[in-house]
């Protein structure tokens, strides 16, 4: 029979192996202990159990654990004076084993022969073998009270950067609080065609940009939107790039202030651009379209965007021009817009631009 | 250079980590139909489940280390931490000591037992 007991402070390998009849050595490989003279306070220990005297033989199945006396039949028990202090002192009898199912043994050899093909990272460890740098967090922190990795549902997220770049820095701040906000893109299936569809209810959003390294640069934008939705359809397996897109989107009940200034290069932009805008809306809506080109024997692309808007219930007025490198994609963009609204209004947005293919669904605006 | 967003990383640790669980329990099923054919499939799933569970809640983390002690906990009885006869084992995954130890003890009693029988 076995007993568990828990090692105590003050207890040696030594000690416990005389209290129980047996060895230092049995103990020590039924424990799987390397080091004997290592062991921890609070740790479980599978020792024999403790030797019975001759009135409990009696009753008890026999089990000897240390070797009979001859006059008594009683198990030795070994004392400080008598018990084996080393391995070469004679044998003590094997202690019986813990008690485990048949088939235990044929899991320890199988676990250990499938844990060979087996890595030694967390299942869900994704092995990056690249610069931790790398791994850009697109998603500023957000607490949120439902969604998935498309969908956040009560929803808020801030996030504020101050990261050194260049000569001087630069700064980002962000904040966004909403009911619903959903992005959905992708194709269908296997086939070179595919569709996205956006909706925000009840959204509003603050962003900031500025910096200055060699030039200077700052953008600003604030909206809010009761509903906005849109979607599109494209051909080209890459939802990033695809070779066409056609697309529409409504917002009702939106309010929205830009501003946008750029000379030299502010970190993350790098050419000229100058704009600005306000406008509030009960109802507006846009048609849009996007080609990317893809350049042989390059993974860059020539991408050209437009967008067309029309508002009712409206008041604004705004414009942008730009000529500008995206240090952030590599991608050069010369672009200009245009809107006015008194009641009804209409807007204009133009993008061209050339460099490395989109890494994700994110444009800037013209 | 590659550059990865968090997304494309938390989707490549999801279907990780489903890979190798999905994995896992297919080899334990096919482990336990050889050792234990009379157990029925929800029962087998139970025990699957269970050891995962004992996994999770008791610091083995690691492929290698889920795989080997899933393989021992199965061959158990669903109620072992309250079985005298068991106890041990239960006490083991438990006790404070890294999760490699406990394992290296756990196999080295089974071990003993296997060869003292």
């Known amino acids: ?366 | 250079m590659i550059r990865f967003s968090s997304n494309q990383f938390r989707q490549f640790e999801v279907a990780k980590r489903k890979g190798f669980y999905d994995a896992l329990r297919r080899d334990l099923r096919a482990f336990m139909a050889k050792t234990d054919p009379s157990l029925s499939e929800d029962r087998v799933d139970t025990r699957i489940t269970q050891a995962f569970q004992t996994c999770a809640d008791n610091g083995f983390r690691t492929e290698k280390q889920i795989t080997r002690l899933c393989y021992i906990l199965v061959t158990f009885p669903r109620d072992y931490p309250v079985r005298a006869k068991y106890v041990w084992i239960d006490k083991m995954i438990k006790a404070n000591a890294s999760a490699d130890v406990r394992l290296d003890r756990i196999t080295a009693s089974i071990k003993a037992g296997a060869s003292s029988t």
């Open chain 1, 1 to 366: 029979m076995t007993d568990v007991i828990e090692i105590q402070k003050g207890d040696t390998l030594t000690h416990i192996a005389r209290d129980r009849g047996t060895s230092v050595d049995h103990l020590a490989t039924t424990n799987g202990i390397s080091n004997p003279d290592l062991i921890y306070a609070g740790d479980p220990l599978v020792v024999p159990s403790r030797p019975v005297g001759p009135a409990a033989m009696s009753t008890a199945p026999a089990q000897p654990v240390g070797p009979s006396t001859p006059d008594t039949g009683a198990p030795a028990v070994p004392t400080a004076e008598t018990a084996p202090q080393t391995p070469e002192t004679p044998a003590q009898p094997e202690a019986p084993a813990p008690g485990a199912p048949p088939a235990a043994q044929e899991g320890v050899e199988e676990g250990e022969k499938a844990a060979e093909e087996k890595s030694d990272e967390e299942p869900g460890n994704v092995v990056c073998n690249c610069p931790a740098d790398n791994i850009d967090d697109g998603k500023p922190p957000i607490v949120r009270a439902g969604g998935d990795e498309n969908v956040d549902v009560i929803y808020a997220e801030g996030d504020a950067n101050a990261e050194a770049a260049g000569a001087l820095g630069h700064v980002d701040a962000q904040a966004e609080v909403g009911a619903v906000r959903m992005e959905h893109a992708g194709t269908f299936g296997d086939n070179p065609v595919g569709g996205s569809h956006n909706l925000d209810v009840a959204t509003a959003g603050a962003k900031f940009e500025g910096g200055i390294v060699n030039g200077a640069g700052l953008q600003a934008q604030a909206d809010a939107n009761a509903i906005k939705q849109s979607g599109s359809v494209f051909l080209g397996s890459d939802e990033n790039n695809p070779l066409a897109e056609a697309g529409g989107e409504y917002a009702l009940g939106s309010a929205e202030a830009k501003a946008n200034a750029l000379l030299g290069n502010d970190g993350t932009r790098r050419g000229v651009a100058l704009g600005g805008g306000l406008q509030a809306a009960a109802a507006k809506g846009d048609v849009s379209g996007e080609i990317n080109i893809p350049i042989p024997f390059t993974d860059w692309t020539i991408g050209g965007r437009a967008k067309v808007g029309g508002s009712a219930g409206a008041v604004g007025l705004g414009g942008n021009v730009q000529a500008l490198q995206d240090l952030d994609t590599g991608r050069f963009h010369l672009g200009a817009a245009g809107e006015a609204a008194l009641l009804l209004g209409l807007g204009l947005d133009i993008d061209l631009s050339i460099g490395p293919a989109y890494t994700d669904r994110d444009r800037p605006g013209g």
